[in-house]
């Protein structure tokens, strides 16, 4: 199971977030790629997107960490 954490901190725009990105793969041999996003300190929204392949999964994944990294997660 691959999981990645980031954090977008930003006092003066009362900016307080996290994103967490989880790989694993199911009882049915699919790829789950788990996303929970929200507010540091309180309960989060997930959701779950299956692939079929390992690589399929990454690519998301990869995707997903870019796209975040580039609004200012870290």
């Known amino acids: 199971m691959t999981t990645v954490y980031l954090e977008r901190l930003d006092p003066a725009r009362n900016l ?12 049915f041999g699919e790829w789950s790629l788990m996303r929970e996003w929200g507010r540091l300190g309180f309960a989060g929204h997930v959701k779950l997107d299956l692939y079929d392949t390992l690589a399929a999964a990454q690519a998301a994944l ?10 200012g997660y870290q």
């Open 62 to 71: 990869s995707k997903k960490l870019q796209e975040k990294r580039r609004r």
């Open 16 to 27: 307080y977030r996290f994103y967490r990105l989880s790989l694993a793969q199911n009882l």
